[in-house]
């Protein structure tokens, strides 16, 4: 499974972006995952944990939006959200190969926790 | 304490989507075509790559083929039968090729230079799952699936069936025996993947190859 290279991945790119907030604690990770994306949640969950383990990002909490499979419909010129199992408009039932959304594999977001005296001196 | 929330918004993957990018632009320039092909291991992705080197060396073009094993070097020695270059990449029990394992098999100083090149064929370890997020700056996406594995497989392993760009489905010598359902199958990968050329094929008997080897002239071409 590729969890493991996943997680890895997302706790060098946490890292090297919380490096800019010196002092600062990373209490949660937020992560956008497209339904075709391959990836299973749990499996990630476990991957994260054992990651963080013994580094600066240990405890934080990672945070999996699930993101649909969006197709566009050019009969109705519609976007409509379907499962992964047919690629068919949901409203005409036509297949459609012309995918909007649900490979997402990203990181939406982190929140970090900063000492008072290091916002004060940004401020 | 405070706490604020930073926007990222980065690809998980952006490392291995930019060097795959640098890759596809090294092999474009150099106008080889480059095909990665994915599928469960035992489908026949080596039986059915040693087969399409054969024949497109018969037919004068020139051919190369990364191979990437988790720990042994079998499927690269079958392959260089057919008088092919071909370099194994050992993944070390990762189950998948990544960019930068394919940036590094060709490095300077590696088996053949990518210039000198018509096809270059890479054959994926065996998984369903994981190839599917790894870019490695191929032109063409191959899933492959045998007719012994059940005709539902694309409906189990969407996600590596919706990012081809051609299925092959291999065995077909054996299709009768196995009760092999052709049209749920052609049915279940359109279903996935709308609009998608499917070839049927063996490597035993030669049966499709024509046709596939067609489809790759033609894609060659429109290459320039
Ligand atoms: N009958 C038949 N057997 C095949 C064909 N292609 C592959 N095989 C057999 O299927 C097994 C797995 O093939 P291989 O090419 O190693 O699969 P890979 O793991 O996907 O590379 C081997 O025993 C092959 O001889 C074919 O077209 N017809
Ligand atoms: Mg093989
Ligand atoms: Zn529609």
Redesign the pocket.
């Given at each position: 499974m590729h969890e493991l290279s996943i997680a890895a991945s997302i706790v060098e790119t946490v890292t090297e972006s919380a490096a800019a907030y010196p002092g600062a604690q990373v209490i949660e990770v937020r992560l956008r995952v497209g339904a075709l994306s391959a990836v299973v949640e749990e499996s990630l969950q476990f991957c994260w944990g054992v990651s963080t383990e013994g580094t600066p990002l240990a405890g934080a909490k990672l945070v999996i939006r699930t993101m649909p499979v969006v197709v566009h419909c050019a009969g109705c010129n519609a976007d409509s959200e379907i499962g992964v199992q047919s690629f068919r408009c949901s409203k005409c039932g036509e297949l459609t190969a012309d995918l909007r959304q649900g490979q997402e594999l990203e990181i939406e977001s982190i929140e970090i926790e900063e000492p008072e005296s290091a916002s004060t001196v940004t401020a | 304490m405070t706490t604020r929330i930073v926007e990222l918004r980065r690809g998980i993957l952006k490392k291995n989507d930019e060097l795959a990018a640098v890759l596809r632009q090294r092999f474009e320039a150099a106008g080889v075509l480059v095909l990665n092909l994915v599928?469960?291991?035992?489908?026949?992705?080596?039986?059915?790559?040693?087969r399409t080197l054969r024949e497109l060396r018969g037919r004068g073009a020139r051919v190369a083929a990364l191979v990437g094993d988790l720990e042994t070097d079998n499927?690269a020695r079958?392959l260089a039968a057919s008088g092919a270059p071909v370099q194994q990449i050992n993944t070390h029990g990762i189950c998948h090729l990544d960019a930068e394992m394919i940036a590094k098999a060709l490095a300077d100083g590696g088996p053949f230079d990518v210039s000198g090149l018509d096809y270059l064929f890479i054959?994926n370890v065996?998984n369903l799952v994981c190839p599917s997020s790894y870019d490695l700056g191929e032109r063409i996406r191959v899933a492959?699936l045998?007719v012994t594995e059940g005709e539902d497989k694309p409906l189990k392993y969407p996600t590596l069936f919706n990012s081809a760009d051609a299925a092959v489905i291999?065995?077909?010598?054996?299709a009768a025996a196995c009760e092999f359902d052709r049209a749920l199958a052609l049915k279940n990968i359109n279903e996935i993947r709308p609009g998608i050329r499917v070839f049927e094929?063996?490597?035993?008997?030669g049966a499709g190859m024509a046709e596939w080897l067609e489809y790759l002239g033609e894609a060659r071409r429109k290459q320039g």
């Amino acid at each position: 499974m590729h969890e493991l290279s996943i997680a890895a991945s997302i706790v060098e790119t946490v890292t090297e972006s919380a490096a800019a907030y010196p002092g600062a604690q990373v209490i949660e990770v937020r992560l956008r995952v497209g339904a075709l994306s391959a990836v299973v949640e749990e499996s990630l969950q476990f991957c994260w944990g054992v990651s963080t383990e013994g580094t600066p990002l240990a405890g934080a909490k990672l945070v999996i939006r699930t993101m649909p499979v969006v197709v566009h419909c050019a009969g109705c010129n519609a976007d409509s959200e379907i499962g992964v199992q047919s690629f068919r408009c949901s409203k005409c039932g036509e297949l459609t190969a012309d995918l909007r959304q649900g490979q997402e594999l990203e990181i939406e977001s982190i929140e970090i926790e900063e000492p008072e005296s290091a916002s004060t001196v940004t401020a | 304490m405070t706490t604020r929330i930073v926007e990222l918004r980065r690809g998980i993957l952006k490392k291995n989507d930019e060097l795959a990018a640098v890759l596809r632009q090294r092999f474009e320039a150099a106008g080889v075509l480059v095909l990665n092909l994915v599928s469960s291991p035992g489908t026949g992705k080596t039986a059915f790559l040693e087969r399409t080197l054969r024949e497109l060396r018969g037919r004068g073009a020139r051919v190369a083929a990364l191979v990437g094993d988790l720990e042994t070097d079998n499927d690269a020695r079958r392959l260089a039968a057919s008088g092919a270059p071909v370099q194994q990449i050992n993944t070390h029990g990762i189950c998948h090729l990544d960019a930068e394992m394919i940036a590094k098999a060709l490095a300077d100083g590696g088996p053949f230079d990518v210039s000198g090149l018509d096809y270059l064929f890479i054959e994926n370890v065996g998984n369903l799952v994981c190839p599917s997020s790894y870019d490695l700056g191929e032109r063409i996406r191959v899933a492959l699936l045998s007719v012994t594995e059940g005709e539902d497989k694309p409906l189990k392993y969407p996600t590596l069936f919706n990012s081809a760009d051609a299925a092959v489905i291999t065995k077909m010598d054996l299709a009768a025996a196995c009760e092999f359902d052709r049209a749920l199958a052609l049915k279940n990968i359109n279903e996935i993947r709308p609009g998608i050329r499917v070839f049927e094929t063996s490597a035993k008997t030669g049966a499709g190859m024509a046709e596939w080897l067609e489809y790759l002239g033609e894609a060659r071409r429109k290459q320039g």
